[in-house]
């Protein structure tokens, strides 16, 4: 894992996949068939996001970790 960012997961059945979000990175998410594959996608995601971010000149959040509330 390159990102230091939290990873929540869980299973969704109206998805019927294994959901991945970033809190610290809003609207950051990923799914996959399995709790892996989600975070191999999620990962490619977080990655895609920082550089979106730095194409548009934003603010990139820092990784703090666990966060108290998810």
Request: charged letters at 25%; aromatic letters at 8%.
């Amino acid at each position: 894992m390159k990102n230091k960012y939290q990873i929540i997961l869980y299973w969704s059945d109206e998805d019927d996949a294994v959901i991945a979000e970033v809190p610290e990175l809003a609207g950051c998410m990923a799914d996959g068939a399995n709790y892996s594959e989600a975070i191999v996608n999620v990962e490619t995601v977080i990655e895609q996001w920082i550089q979106t971010a730095k194409d548009l000149g934003r603010e990139i959040p820092l990784p703090k970790g666990k966060l108290m509330y998810a």
